[in-house]
C-alpha cells in the first residue's frame, strides 16, 4: 500500500502524457474529423464549418483529425469530441460498441443523401453477372471502404462468390487504383463508389451490379452535449445551404454536396445488416 | 599618253579590286559552308543529347511507374506521368498505355509546334510489358537557340570577312596600287619628257636634214664647176701637161665625180625623210619587175635568174616604197654579179603571228653577220670599195622608208652564198 500512491500517480502521469490532449480547455468544442485525407487539407476544408459552427454556439471550435478510423471512434465514443464526422460504416460500428448517438445531420449529394457503388469489369470483357466472376481477379478498394469493400463483399457473398471462389483478390488502397488496375487488364472485375465508376465508365467499364443505397457521411454530436448547444448547431447545419457562403462551406468539404440534412439511426439499418451478415462470414 | 597610262593604272585597280571582292566574296562562302556544317552538326548533336536525355526521364519515370503498378497504386501513376507532363513545360503530349492497350494517361497540351521529338520507352517487369510510355516534347526552344546560333556565327563570320576583307584593301592599297600609282606617275613623267626630247630630236633632225639638203644642194654649183672646169682643162690642155699633172687632173675629176654621187644619195635619204607620205595600195610586184627591167637593160650580158611573187599589193607610199626596193635590188644585182648564174628573188612570207614578210633574197657575196646590226647604218660598209663600189647610204636608206611606214627590216646571210633582205610594213 506504501508504494501504491505513487504508482497511480506515476500511471496517471504516463496517461495523461500519452493521450491526445482533447478539451484542455472547458469554452471550446471539439469537431473530430476521421483521417479520410491528410490532416492539412482536413483543417482547411473543415475550418468555415468550423467557423460557422462557432459563430452560432459563441465558442471558439478546434479541428482534431484522428491518427485512424477506430481511434476516432474511440474518441467519439468516449465523449472525448463533442461533435464528430465519420463515414456510415463507423457510424455502425459507433453505435454497434457504443450505444445511440446524438445524430445532427448527414451530407446530400446531388441532391441525393444516399450513394451508391458499383461491382464492374471491362467492357471488352464477357463478365455480365456476379456468377461470371467466379474465377476471376477481384480488385478491392480499402478494406474498411464501404463501396470498395464492404458492401460489395457482401453482394458477392450473396451471389454464390465467395472469396475462395475467386482466383484471388487485392486491396489496392482506393477506388480510383482499382477502377484503373481493371482497366490496365491486371484484374478481372472490381468495385467502386458511384462516383468513380461513372468518371471512369467511358474509359471502357461496364457495370456488372448496383450495391443498394446506403446513407451519406454524417455528423454526430457528443452525449454530454447541452441539448440547447446541440440544437444551435444542428440548426446551423441543416440551415447552411440557405445562408449566405453556406455552399462555400459545404464545397469546402466535399465538392459535389449541396445540402445538409436530417438523419436518423434507421437510416443506417441496411448498412448495419450487411456489416453484421459479413461479420458472420468473418469480414470486418 | 597620260590618259592611256591613267586608264590602264585604273584598270590594273579595278582588276584588283574584282580579284580582292572574288577572294573575299569565296571567302564568306567558305566560311559560311563551314558554319552550315558546324551548325548541323551541333544540331544533331543537340538532337541526339536531346533524346537521349529524354529517353533517360523516360526510363526513370518508367522504373517508378512499374514499381507503383506492382503495388496496384494506378492512381500514384497517373497523377505522377500528369503531373510530371504538366510541369516540364516542353512536354506537348504524353500517353501511357498498359499492357492491354488501355490508355492510362493522356496528356495533351493546349500548344503545337512544328519542332517536336517523339520518344517511346516499354517498361517492363521480368521481361513483361507493364507499361509504354509515349512523349513528345517541344523542340522550340532547342530550335531558336539552334537559330540564334547560327545566325549569331553567320553574322561573325559576315563581320571577320568583312574586317579581314577591309584590312586586306588597305594593306594592298598601301603596298601595291599607291606604288603603283607612284610608279605609274612616274613613268607618266618619263613619258613625258621622252616625248619632249623626241619633239627636240625630230626638230633637231629637221634641222640637220634641212642643214644637209641646203649644204648638198649649195655643193651641187661649185663641184659642177670644178668638174666642168677639170673637164675643160682636161680636153683643152691634155698636151700641156705631163703625165703627173695628168694624173692629178683625173683624180680631181673621180674626186668631183664621187662628191656629186654622194651629194645624191644624201639628198636622197634627205627626200627620203622629207618627203610627205601618200599612202595608197601600192603593187610591189609590179614596182619589182620595173626596177629589174631598168637592171637587165644597163647590163643585159649579165646571166641572172628573177623569180618574183606576182600580186604582192600592200599599203604605202609608192614613190617611197620603190626607192626601199630599188636599194635592196640594186644591193642584190651589185653582189652577185661575180655568180655565173645569179638569182635574185623577191617573194612574201607569213609570220608566226601572222605579219606579212616580204623578201629580197640573192646568191651573192653575202656579208658577216656579226655586222648586220651596222649594215643600215649611213655610210658604213662591209666590202671594200675596189670589191663592190657603193656609197653606203642605200641600205640606210631603206630602213628609213620602213621606219616611215612603221615598219621593221633586217638581213640575214651566209657569206659566200648569198644574203635575205626581210622587211615587214606597219
Same mark, same amino acid.
Given at each position: ?284 | ?49 536531346? #533524346? ?27 497523377? =505522377? ?159 700641156k701637161l705631163d703625165d703627173t699633172g695628168r694624173d692629178y687632173l683625173r683624180r680631181i675629176c673621180d674626186g668631183a665625180t664621187k662628191m656629186s654621187l654622194l651629194i645624191d644619195v644624201l639628198l636622197e635619204l634627205s627626200h ?64 652577185? #654579179? ?7 628573188? =623577191? ?28 649594215? =643600215? ?22 630602213? #628609213? ?26
Amino acid at each position: 500500500m506504501k508504494y501504491l500512491s505513487p504508482l497511480l500517480f506515476g500511471m496517471a502521469v504516463i496517461i495523461f502524457t500519452l493521450s491526445p490532449t482533447f478539451a484542455t480547455v472547458a469554452d471550446e468544442l471539439l469537431l473530430g474529423i476521421h483521417p479520410y485525407k491528410s490532416a492539412k487539407i482536413l483543417h482547411k476544408s473543415f475550418a468555415p464549418l468550423a467557423e460557422v459552427i462557432s459563430r452560432a454556439t459563441g465558442k471558439p471550435v478546434r479541428i482534431v483529425i484522428a491518427k485512424d478510423y477506430q481511434q476516432h471512434i474511440q474518441q467519439v465514443g468516449k465523449s472525448k469530441l463533442d461533435i464528430a464526422y465519420m463515414g456510415p460504416v463507423s457510424y455502425v460500428q459507433l453505435v454497434a460498441r457504443y450505444g445511440p448517438m446524438p445524430m445532427l445531420a448527414r451530407l446530400e449529394i446531388n441532391g441525393s443523401p444516399t450513394f451508391q457503388g458499383h461491382i464492374f469489369a471491362r467492357a471488352t470483357d464477357t463478365i455480365r453477372t456476379l456468377n461470371d466472376i467466379k474465377g476471376k481477379q477481384f480488385a478491392f478498394g480499402n478494406p474498411a471502404s464501404t463501396m470498395s469493400h464492404l458492401v460489395p463483399r457482401h453482394m458477392l457473398w450473396k451471389a454464390g462468390v465467395g472469396a475462395e471462389n475467386l482466383a484471388g483478390f487485392d486491396f489496392l488502397g482506393n477506388h480510383t487504383n482499382v477502377a484503373l488496375a481493371v482497366l490496365s487488364g491486371k484484374y478481372d472485375a472490381g468495385a467502386v463508389k458511384e462516383e468513380v465508376f461513372h468518371k471512369n465508365k467511358s474509359r471502357g467499364l461496364r457495370s456488372i451490379a448496383v450495391t443498394p443505397k446506403l446513407s451519406e457521411h454524417l455528423f454526430v454530436a457528443n452525449t454530454n452535449l447541452p441539448k440547447q448547444q446541440f440544437d444551435i448547431i444542428r440548426k446551423a447545419m441543416l440551415s447552411l445551404h440557405q445562408q449566405k457562403n453556406g455552399m462555400v462551406t459545404l464545397r469546402g468539404i466535399k465538392k459535389t454536396m449541396t445540402a445538409l440534412v436530417p438523419v436518423k439511426d434507421n437510416d443506417y439499418d441496411n448498412l448495419r445488416q450487411i456489416l453484421k451478415e459479413l461479420a458472420s462470414i468473418g469480414v470486418k | 599618253m597620260d590618259i592611256i597610262a591613267k586608264e590602264r593604272a585604273e584598270v590594273t585597280v579595278q582588276i584588283h579590286r574584282r580579284t580582292l571582292a572574288r577572294f573575299v566574296l569565296f571567302l564568306l562562302a567558305l566560311l559560311i559552308i563551314a558554319d552550315v556544317t558546324v551548325i548541323m552538326q551541333s544540331h544533331s548533336m543537340a538532337l541526339e543529347l536531346n #533524346r537521349q536525355q529524354v529517353n533517360k526521364k523516360l526510363s526513370l519515370a518508367g522504373d517508378f511507374c512499374v514499381e507503383a503498378i506492382l503495388k496496384g497504386d494506378y492512381v500514384s501513376v497517373e497523377q =505522377f506521368l500528369l503531373a510530371w507532363a504538366e510541369g516540364y513545360d516542353e512536354v506537348l503530349q504524353l500517353k501511357a498505355t498498359a499492357a492491354n492497350g488501355f490508355l492510362l494517361v493522356n496528356y495533351q497540351r493546349k500548344q503545337n509546334s512544328p519542332h517536336t521529338l517523339t520518344a517511346t520507352h516499354q517498361a517492363v517487369f521480368q521481361n513483361q510489358p507493364v507499361l509504354t510510355i509515349e512523349i513528345v516534347e517541344n523542340l522550340d526552344a532547342l530550335y531558336s537557340a539552334q537559330r540564334l546560333n547560327a545566325l549569331t556565327l553567320v553574322g561573325l563570320s559576315i563581320v571577320i570577312v568583312a574586317i579581314f576583307g577591309y584590312l586586306l584593301w588597305t594593306t594592298l592599297r598601301r603596298t601595291v596600287f599607291l606604288p603603283l600609282r607612284n610608279e605609274i606617275r612616274d613613268h607618266q613623267k618619263a613619258q613625258h619628257e621622252l616625248t619632249l626630247r623626241g619633239r627636240e630630236l625630230e626638230i633637231s633632225n629637221k634641222d640637220l636634214e634641212a642643214f644637209c639638203y641646203s649644204v648638198s644642194h649649195d655643193l651641187r654649183a661649185p663641184l659642177r664647176g670644178i668638174h666642168g672646169f677639170s673637164t675643160v682643162l682636161n680636153e683643152d690642155y691634155n698636151d700641156k701637161l705631163d703625165d703627173t699633172g695628168r694624173d692629178y687632173l683625173r683624180r680631181i675629176c673621180d674626186g668631183a665625180t664621187k662628191m656629186s654621187l654622194l651629194i645624191d644619195v644624201l639628198l636622197e635619204l634627205s627626200h627620203v625623210s622629207r618627203l610627205k607620205l601618200i599612202i595608197k595600195e601600192v603593187n610591189l610586184s609590179e614596182i619589182a619587175t620595173d626596177i629589174i627591167s631598168d637592171l637587165q637593160f644597163q647590163d643585159p650580158e649579165r646571166k641572172v635568174t628573177f623569180t618574183l611573187q606576182p600580186k604582192l599589193i600592200v599599203n604605202g607610199d609608192h614613190q617611197l616604197l620603190r626607192v626601199a626596193l630599188t636599194n635592196l635590188f640594186n644591193n642584190a644585182w651589185k653582189y652577185s #654579179r661575180l655568180k655565173p648564174q645569179a638569182i635574185i628573188i =623577191f617573194s612574201k612570207e607569213t609570220s608566226e603571228k601572222g605579219k606579212d614578210i616580204y623578201c629580197v633574197s640573192d646568191n651573192g657575196a653575202g656579208f658577216d653577220t656579226q655586222y648586220a646590226d651596222k649594215l =643600215f647604218e649611213a655610210f658604213q660598209r662591209l666590202h671594200r670599195q675596189d670589191e663592190f663600189e657603193g656609197t653606203g647610204v642605200g641600205l640606210a636608206t631603206v630602213k #628609213r622608208v620602213i621606219e616611215r611606214h612603221h615598219g621593221q627590216v633586217w638581213a640575214t646571210s651566209t657569206l659566200g652564198e648569198g644574203s635575205k633582205f626581210y622587211f615587214s610594213l606597219g
